[in-house]
């Protein structure tokens, strides 16, 4: 193979397995490699240095590999500089654009490293004008005559670094590095996940919650009210049904038609979610509806009441929707992603969709902890590249009451 280029990796690269997946995309990209420097720590604390050789049938081939290995932290020896070309449209990227990951990035332009503001996977990155500052933007948002980072050259990428260890056995998410399984005990995720949700408030940071609909059908809805009046959340993110089915329960007991007291249907219960929705459009919002005494219990009134942050984006199935629901996704997903600075733990729950969507968003320095039924969920959240993924599998129900318990004094379910 006639192309060449070397790259380094520094970091535990044995034991978390990052030189075994540098190696699987190397040949996975019809590459091929050779192994230049290999210093393993000889210590658990010790980091490990590898310089290897990596090569392929054609420059953009080269240049796809070394793109791909950089989402491990593997950069170039030799990095070079950026290369910046206009975009050649509204919401047009140049064909061979940086594709971004969402590890904290740099990018060389001219003899200095700029960090590039707000690290999001599948973007691309757009230099200032004045070269002084550079972020990352979707498609979507670029506009022609921006200056876009092309091809892999004058880019470097910051793996995560290792978890700080007050007891070198032990961190605070170890309990959970093995993947996804319903095998742990549950008592002992929970209280290390307020642990860590009490840590991030003391930092100052926000906690961010993704939640489906299940929260309100398995009866959790209050439990997720008291942690919003303790302060523990500061960001929702949702789709129609959540907020829809809160005002119904909220409304009319039901939850789908469902006395959630009673734990059966109701006459014309199957009415009540849409009749609930027509209420709040016809007070113009869910925060008019609560200042005008429509709606005065349930998860978006304590969200309204406490000025919580929140952003309801729908689908196509959506009945209604509710006023504040965004029905154009791009616009929902700005909305979501202006909310993602500032957020130190994201929890999400019962939702798969919006999950991926807002993995996608986040940085992959903040921790993200995905609470469902279903393993697939978990799985799937990880497999799009939110590797910093840990899952709960359990009944949503019982966690968010035990999380309650944990994190709010004297709570008990009515």
Not at 351 to 372: C, E, F, R, Y
Request: aromatic share 4%; proline share 5%.
């Amino acid at each position: 193979m006639e192309h060449s280029k070397t790259v380094e990796l520094r970091g535990h690269l044995i034991d978390q397995g990052v030189f075994a997946r540098v190696m699987d995309d190397v040949l996975e990209y019809s590459g091929a490699y050779s192994i230049d420097r290999f210093d393993v720590g000889r210590h658990h604390t010790d980091e490990s240095h590898v310089e290897l050789t990596v090569s392929a049938e054609t420059p953009e081939q080269l240049e796809r590999i070394v793109m791909r290995l950089q989402t491990h932290g593997a950069n170039p020896v030799d990095p070079g500089v950026a290369v910046l070309k206009p975009a050649p449209n509204d919401g047009v990227f140049p064909e061979d654009f940086y594709s971004t990951t969402n590890f904290d990035t740099q990018v060389r332009v001219g003899e200095g490293w700029i960090d590039v503001d707000r690290p999001e996977m599948d973007c691309g990155i757009v230099v200032a004008a004045d070269h002084a500052t550079a972020t990352t933007l979707p498609v979507s948002d670029v506009r022609a005559g921006e200056l876009v980072v092309c091809g892999g050259e004058g880019v470097r990428v910051i793996p995560l670094p290792e978890p700080e260890r007050d007891d070198p056995e032990s961190s605070n998410f170890e309990f959970m590095a093995s993947g996804v399984s319903s095998e742990r005990p549950q008592a002992l995720q929970v209280r290390r996940i307020a642990e860590e949700m009490r840590q991030v408030k003391a930092r100052g940071e926000k906690i961010l919650w993704v939640c489906g609909p299940a929260i309100v059908h398995t009866g959790a809805g209050k439990a997720l009210e008291a942690l919003i009046d303790e302060g523990y959340v500061d960001v929702l993110f949702a789709g129609n049904a959540l907020a829809a089915h809160d005002i119904e329960s909220s409304l009319y007991g039901t939850s789908l038609g469902v006395d959630l007291d009673k734990g059966h249907g109701v006459p014309h219960g199957h009415e009540h979610h849409i009749r609930a929705i027509n209420q709040i459009r016809a007070c113009g919002s869910i925060a008019d509806s609560v200042s005008s005494g429509v709606l005065r219990k349930g998860i978006m009134h304590s969200m309204v009441r406490n000025g919580r942050q929140y952003v309801l984006v729908g689908s196509v199935r959506d009945d209604g929707p509710l006023p504040d629901v965004y029905t154009d996704v791009l616009d929902g997903q700005r909305a979501m992603r202006s909310l993602v600075p500032g957020v130190g733990f994201a929890i999400m729950v019962a939702t798969m969709l919006h999950s991926i969507a807002t993995g996608n968003l986040l940085p992959a320095k903040v921790p993200l902890v995905s609470v469902d039924i279903n393993p697939a969920t978990v799985t799937k959240l990880a497999d799009r590249g939110s590797g910093q993924a840990t899952g709960v599998i359990t009944d949503i129900g019982l966690f968010c009451e035990q999380l309650a318990a944990e994190l709010v004094v004297g709570y008990k379910r009515d």
